[in-house]
């Protein structure tokens, strides 16, 4: 278990520092970064207590800057490096009805074009993942021409593959509805794996937690992905309706457990497995910094549960078609507190037994909160 431990390593999205809310209202939080930096600084302040998360993710171009070299080694300084790059076809008026499947060749291309810059970022920042999320769809049934769009969205993501350097990954994320209500042109897994192996090898699925279904079997699609090599990486996260971007783990800890058990099956822990563990959460009333220590502490808290399945009594079982048993094996693990497991495996490595009390007592939130005053916070879309 502490072997498989000891590989996690989970990238954390920079927009999880900023503001953000519903439709409703965005309740600003004092000391919210204002800049990429700040942003970066408090990445590195959750990997410092839980030496958990060792890269930052960046969304472009709410992170974008003049010298993405420079911001490497700032990042590098703090004890991070940078991690994917998420691209943005979704906030511009160019984007009404679509961004890579747009009836408008020049909107197409502007949106190809977008990722072309992603794609010299990550050139200079060292970055292996692409992550494409698109917001293009429809709202009502006839409004648009679903083949259609599925073959521009294949001749668009094909001419984005062909700048994908050999160390660098396309990774596409499929969400089910919202913002479009009727037809998403990414919908699920099965829609990513046709576009992502009809791409070639170096492009992958991504899976967010929370674009699914109610009821949806994830752990079932975690499998399938597996097994076809194509699952890229997770965006980890939480929901109770809809896309709720809440706390992995916190609506249904026993369902990440499921997850986990499928990742560690399919060899997606193993070093050179090529999944990468992702958060993409909000923190809308909580803390924020405490929020991305729990979200990686609950991720490493299932990963241990998972690693304790006894497999090879499971197996028997399975063979012997003996049900309950099974499912005993199964449960055991579930119901195991690894807590004190997990103190013992952080003190070992010279971390905080509890990284959620050693954030309250580092006064690190105490000196944001004092230092960033003026500037604008940071939020969706900045
Ligand atoms: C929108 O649903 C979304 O949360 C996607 O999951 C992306 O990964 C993320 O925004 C950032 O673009
Ligand atoms: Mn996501």
Redesign the pocket.
């Known amino acids: 278990m502490e072997r498989l431990l000891d590989n996690l390593s989970i990238d954390l999205?920079s927009?999880a520092f900023g503001n953000s809310g519903t439709r409703f209202k965005v309740f600003p939080a004092s000391g919210t970064p204002r800049t990429v930096e700040e942003k970066i600084a408090d990445a590195a302040a959750v990997h410092r207590l839980t030496g958990l998360a060792p890269t930052v993710a960046l969304?472009i171009p709410w992170d974008t800057v003049a010298d993405y070299r420079a911001l490497g080694t700032y990042a590098e300084d703090l004890g991070i490096g940078l991690g994917t790059i998420?691209s943005?076809t979704?906030q511009d008026e160019d984007y009404k009805f679509g961004s890579l499947t747009n009836v408008e060749k020049k909107v197409r291309q502007k949106a190809i074009d977008h990722h072309l810059e992603c794609i010299e970022v990550m050139n200079v920042t060292g970055s292996r993942d692409l992550?494409i999320?698109l917001?293009d769809g429809t709202n009502y049934p006839g409004q648009g021409d679903i083949r259609w769009r599925q073959d521009r969205l294949s001749e668009s993501l094909a001419t984005i593959y062909q700048h994908i350097g050999a160390d660098q990954r396309l990774v596409l994320?499929y969400?089910f509805f919202?913002p479009a209500m009727y037809m998403t042109d990414v919908p699920d897994w099965g829609s990513a794996y046709v576009h992502v192996a009809a791409l070639g090898e170096r492009a992958v699925v991504?899976l967010?937690t929370?674009?699914h279904a109610p009821g949806t079997n994830i752990e079932f699609i975690v499998a399938q992905l597996l097994r076809l090599r194509k699952l890229g990486s997770f965006?980890f996260n939480s929901r109770f309706y809809a896309?709720d971007?809440l706390i992995v783990g916190a609506a249904d800890p026993f369902q990440l457990f499921r997850i986990l058990f499928e990742v560690i099956r399919g060899g997606g822990l193993a070093p050179d497995s090529g999944v990468a563990l992702m958060l993409?959460q909000c923190h809308n009333i909580e803390a924020k910094i405490p929020g991305q220590i729990r979200s990686v502490l609950n991720v490493q808290e299932m990963t241990a549960r998972a690693a304790l399945v006894d497999t090879e009594a499971m197996a028997v079982a399975q063979e012997s078609g003996d049900v309950l048993g099974a499912n005993a094996v199964f449960m055991d693990a579930f119901y195991t507190d690894v807590r004190p497991r997990l103190a013992r495996w952080r003190a070992d490595r010279g971390l905080p037994e509890d990284p959620m009390a050693a954030f309250a007592r580092s006064g690190y939130q105490r000196q944001i909160d004092a230092e960033r005053c003026g500037g604008t916070q940071s939020g969706w879309g900045a």
Do not use: L, Q, Y
């Open positions: 999205p927009w969304h998420n943005n979704f992550k999320w917001a994320e969400k919202e991504c967010d929370g674009h965006d896309d971007d993409d």
